[in-house]
């Protein structure tokens, strides 16, 4: 029987963590049901796309123009009946209406994929007047988190009984002691000090202000300790000031952009997500794959990750005081650290294995298409 045709529509594959979560949804399938390929609506394709075309897996990206692009929707059209596919996958809004009404009078089921909420959240009348209409032509409608999926009731008026929670999965990580221990000789860090930090882009949602501000309280309470902030983006210059102007210099390690930066992670005793909003963040994750105790702020998917006291700590949204307060505690209690952090590997491998992300999707394609596209017995078990 012929695979199933599943085409990924998406803005582009850049990186970040949408297009982290198709690429490890594509590498995570079962080859011997899925024939996945990826169309984005926007060029260029990104750097996740290199990758993935190096296995072989098809990629096309058109150009996508200003306003309403009517042309867009015609050419996706086109490449839907063109490749013959059967599922076409939206990750995100606009990815969605484009690959929805590209759908139309084709034999294809639409499956559409909120990947995260902006903050403050917001919408438009028109929006929630057409979503109710589009969610009829929709097969299934996901949402990486219980608060991702409450937001898309509750701004774009989508039926919350239509929508279904899937959580990202990832590639556990693993330490390379060896790497580890090089790059904390060219950071200059002494094991003897204990380091925490994040990964993410330098932008104002994640929040990286507050975690200087409340590193400089932890720093004031006589707490020796070392700051890595790992990654670039418009906030770069905003918080090189900030760490000035708090007397931070010598504590802080701004390392810019990092392709693979999981031997920063593993020099983290503590991972840090003080984001203002967050959908499932791929990096948090990564830590809690590696065993890091983890702190966040309750906005988003964040709690439902991090289980207050139990996998790690959680914090009220931009609360500068509360979150030196929870820093203060993991760092000056080891045991709570080692505690947190075989809890959150545990719920890791139980929860957001790449696997499990994997078959859920597996199962709701397999649930929007009609018998005679059903693989058989022996292939679906």
């Given at each position: 029987m012929a695979k199933i045709k599943v085409l990924h529509v998406t803005y582009d594959m850049r990186i970040g963590g949408t297009e982290q979560v198709i690429k490890n949804l594509i590498q995570g399938s079962d080859k011997n049901i899925f024939e996945m390929s990826i169309l984005c609506i926007e060029s260029?394709?990104?750097?996740f796309a290199n990758e993935l075309l190096e296995q072989g897996i098809v990629i096309q990206a058109l150009s996508r123009q200003p306003g309403f692009d009517t042309k867009l929707i015609k050419h996706i059209r086109n490449h839907i009946k063109e490749n013959k596919?059967?599922?076409?996958?939206?990750?995100?809004?606009?990815?969605?209406?484009?690959?929805?009404?590209?759908?139309?009078?084709?034999?294809?089921?639409?499956?559409?994929?909120?990947?995260?909420?902006?903050?403050?959240d917001s919408s438009s009348w028109k929006r929630k007047l057409l979503n109710p209409v589009l969610n009829t032509f929709t097969a299934a409608t996901t949402a990486i988190s219980a608060a991702t999926k409450q937001a898309l009731s509750e701004f774009e008026n989508i039926p919350i009984s239509k929508i279904q929670v899937v959580y990202n999965g990832i590639f556990g990580l693993k330490k390379d002691e060896n790497k580890t221990t090089l790059l904390a000789q060219e950071l200059a860090f002494s094991e003897h000090i204990p380091c925490i930090g994040t990964i993410a882009r330098l932008d104002p949602i994640k929040n990286h202000s507050m975690i200087l501000s409340a590193f400089r309280r932890v720093l004031d309470e006589g707490i020796s300790c070392k700051l890595i902030l790992v990654g670039d983006g418009e906030e770069m210059s905003n918080i090189v000031k900030l760490v000035e102007q708090l007397n931070l210099q010598d504590d802080v390690v701004l390392t810019g952009y990092e392709s693979k930066p999981q031997n920063h992670l593993a020099l983290m005793d503590i991972y840090l997500l003080p984001s203002l909003s967050e959908g499932t963040s791929m990096t948090l994750l990564e830590a809690m794959s590696m065993g890091k105790p983890c702190i966040v702020t309750h906005a988003g998917g964040n709690p439902e990750i991090v289980l207050n006291d139990i996998t790690g700590l959680v914090t009220p949204n931009d609360d500068e005081a509360a979150y030196a307060k929870a820093i203060i505690r993991l760092l000056t209690d080891s045991e709570l650290q080692k505690d947190f952090g075989k809890a959150g590997k545990e719920r890791f491998n139980s929860e957001f294995s790449i696997p499990i992300m994997a078959n859920a999707y597996k199962a709701i394609y397999l649930k929007c298409l009609p018998k005679n596209k059903q693989p058989s017995a022996k292939l679906n078990g």
């Amino acid at each position: 029987m012929a695979k199933i045709k599943v085409l990924h529509v998406t803005y582009d594959m850049r990186i970040g963590g949408t297009e982290q979560v198709i690429k490890n949804l594509i590498q995570g399938s079962d080859k011997n049901i899925f024939e996945m390929s990826i169309l984005c609506i926007e060029s260029p394709l990104g750097p996740f796309a290199n990758e993935l075309l190096e296995q072989g897996i098809v990629i096309q990206a058109l150009s996508r123009q200003p306003g309403f692009d009517t042309k867009l929707i015609k050419h996706i059209r086109n490449h839907i009946k063109e490749n013959k596919i059967d599922i076409v996958h939206c990750h995100q809004y606009t990815p969605y209406v484009y690959g929805l009404f590209g759908s139309f009078f084709t034999d294809s089921k639409v499956v559409f994929t909120e990947h995260g909420r902006f903050y403050p959240d917001s919408s438009s009348w028109k929006r929630k007047l057409l979503n109710p209409v589009l969610n009829t032509f929709t097969a299934a409608t996901t949402a990486i988190s219980a608060a991702t999926k409450q937001a898309l009731s509750e701004f774009e008026n989508i039926p919350i009984s239509k929508i279904q929670v899937v959580y990202n999965g990832i590639f556990g990580l693993k330490k390379d002691e060896n790497k580890t221990t090089l790059l904390a000789q060219e950071l200059a860090f002494s094991e003897h000090i204990p380091c925490i930090g994040t990964i993410a882009r330098l932008d104002p949602i994640k929040n990286h202000s507050m975690i200087l501000s409340a590193f400089r309280r932890v720093l004031d309470e006589g707490i020796s300790c070392k700051l890595i902030l790992v990654g670039d983006g418009e906030e770069m210059s905003n918080i090189v000031k900030l760490v000035e102007q708090l007397n931070l210099q010598d504590d802080v390690v701004l390392t810019g952009y990092e392709s693979k930066p999981q031997n920063h992670l593993a020099l983290m005793d503590i991972y840090l997500l003080p984001s203002l909003s967050e959908g499932t963040s791929m990096t948090l994750l990564e830590a809690m794959s590696m065993g890091k105790p983890c702190i966040v702020t309750h906005a988003g998917g964040n709690p439902e990750i991090v289980l207050n006291d139990i996998t790690g700590l959680v914090t009220p949204n931009d609360d500068e005081a509360a979150y030196a307060k929870a820093i203060i505690r993991l760092l000056t209690d080891s045991e709570l650290q080692k505690d947190f952090g075989k809890a959150g590997k545990e719920r890791f491998n139980s929860e957001f294995s790449i696997p499990i992300m994997a078959n859920a999707y597996k199962a709701i394609y397999l649930k929007c298409l009609p018998k005679n596209k059903q693989p058989s017995a022996k292939l679906n078990g």
